[in-house]
């Protein structure tokens, strides 16, 4: 048994390449422009992109999102870019619910045309705790992925606790603290709460030596 490889511990905080941490699916798109390094970086650049990062919303099955990958692949561009324009938009949105504003009339009409336009269908099924509804979405291109989103962004507006809607202390990315204290101040523990740890340890411990044993300043860290 001693030498059985290791499990590689998952990592639930990225899927194929995209990150989702932010307990709010409108949110995880919004976090598909992160500033890495300094330079915001475009994870949803083509067609292709997107049903890559529906299926790996859970949006649609690993599946359909190979299958559209590849029928997407260089088509849809003007589409893809409406959907960075809205999630733009709503980057906006997001940081004025941060700081207390309420939601602008603007994007009010933009969300109650797109969800007039690109409805979800309701459907009953079958499920292993009896009947459920549920919202269909089967993509024909890529605008279809407005359906999902705008209704994602209305949950948000509507159900989550706005106080809730925060940006990473350390990083770019937005989320929705579930947890129960309501304290989360990190995307994640493994993107940039680890890191934040590390950095207050060593501080401490700088502080420690110096407060010990009066080191002159320029000679710690
Ligand atoms: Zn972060």
């Known amino acids: 048994m001693d030498d059985q490889p290791v499990a590689p511990v ?10 989702f941490v932010a307990n709010q699916l409108s949110l995880d798109f919004v976090n598909t422009k992160p500033v890495i390094n300094g330079i915001a970086v475009e994870m949803l650049p083509d067609a292709a992109a997107l049903a890559r990062w529906l299926a790996a919303a859970e949006l649609i099955s690993a599946g359909q999102g190979r299958e559209l990958a590849r029928t997407w692949l260089g088509k849809g561009g003007d589409d893809i870019a409406r959907i960075q324009e809205f999630r733009e938009a709503l980057r906006a949105v997001v940081f004025e619910l941060e700081s207390g504003l309420d939601l602008a009339g603007g994007f009010l009409r933009m969300i109650n045309e797109l969800l007039l336009r690109y409805p979800l269908a309701e459907q009953l099924e079958y499920s292993s705790e009896g009947l459920r509804r549920v919202r269909r979405f089967d993509p024909f291109g890529p605008a279809d992925a ?36 309501g304290l989360r101040r990190w995307c994640s523990m493994q993107i940039c709460g680890n890191r934040h740890k590390v950095a207050a340890y060593a501080k401490r411990t700088r502080e420690g030596r110096q407060g010990l044993f009066s080191l002159p300043q320029g000679e710690v860290g």
Not at 10 to 19: A, E, K, P, Y
Not at 151 to 176: G, P, T
């Open 10 to 19: 998952s990592d639930t905080d990225w899927r194929d390449g995209f990150v």
């Open 146 to 181: 407005f359906a999902p989103l705008v209704n994602q962004v209305v949950d948000l507006l509507v159900c989550a606790n706005r106080s809730r809607i925060r940006k990473c202390d350390s990083c770019a990315l937005h989320f929705l603290d579930t947890s129960k204290k």
